[in-house]
């Protein structure tokens, strides 16, 4: 069963994936057509974090389908709140932006000593029982708190736990129970 599968073993059944920028909402005849392309597709599995909807495949075609569906649909949502998708130039634009803030952000953390609070808080919140949403606000309160003039204190959380969870991930999941997925 997929729910009882830690992050590892998701990514090992279901190396192939889509991800989707979701910060604006999908109207709701996009996310039922979405869900019946995805589940023609065959078996897959999915989540969502930090603004991010990601679809994982055992397949390189099923992976490559849904990435033009969500292309020709227009389902990346680049402006938060907003309910109208991007075009493809804006998407592919969107990306580079995405990996250059990437690295900005973990250059910060780095730089300010910051990233193993943000991850410890994150962790902590898990420990205790908390969904990632909760922990992923509590670690963007943190930074919040410490840095008020950074302007999206949630999207550096975010950043810097997929970080921390790829890089060190049976370190980053010792201490939680059987929510090994973002």
């Known amino acids: 069963m997929i729910a009882s599968m830690s992050s590892a073993e ?7 994936t889509t991800t989707i920028v979701t910060r604006g909402s999908w109207f709701f005849s ?10 023609g597709l065959g078996a897959n ?7 991010l909807t ?15 569906y969500a292309l020709d649909r227009r ?11 991007a075009e493809r130039h804006e998407v592919a634009e969107e990306w580079v932006r995405l990996a250059d803030e990437r690295e900005a952000i973990l250059a910060w953390a780095r730089n300010t000593g910051f990233l193993q609070e ?9 420990h205790r029982g908390s969904y990632s949403c909760t922990a992923h606000r509590e670690a963007g309160a943190l930074i919040a708190k410490r840095y008020p003039e ?12 997929v970080w921390a969870e790829r890089e060190h991930r049976v370190w980053f999941w010792r201490c939680c129970r059987d929510h090994h997925v973002l």
């Open 10 to 16: 998701i990514e090992r059944a279901f190396p192939h």
């Open 54 to 68: 990601t679809y994982r495949f055992g397949h390189a075609c099923q992976a490559s389908a849904l990435a033009e």
């Open 150 to 161: 950074i302007a999206d204190p949630l999207n550096y959380a975010g950043v810097i736990i």
């Open 45 to 51: 599995h999915s989540g969502a974090f930090n603004c």
């Open 75 to 85: 389902l990346h949502r680049l402006i938060p709140n907003s309910r109208t998708g």
């Open 118 to 126: 943000v991850v410890q808080t994150y962790r902590f919140e898990r």
């Open 30 to 39: 996009e996310h039922s057509e979405l869900n019946a392309f995805v589940h």
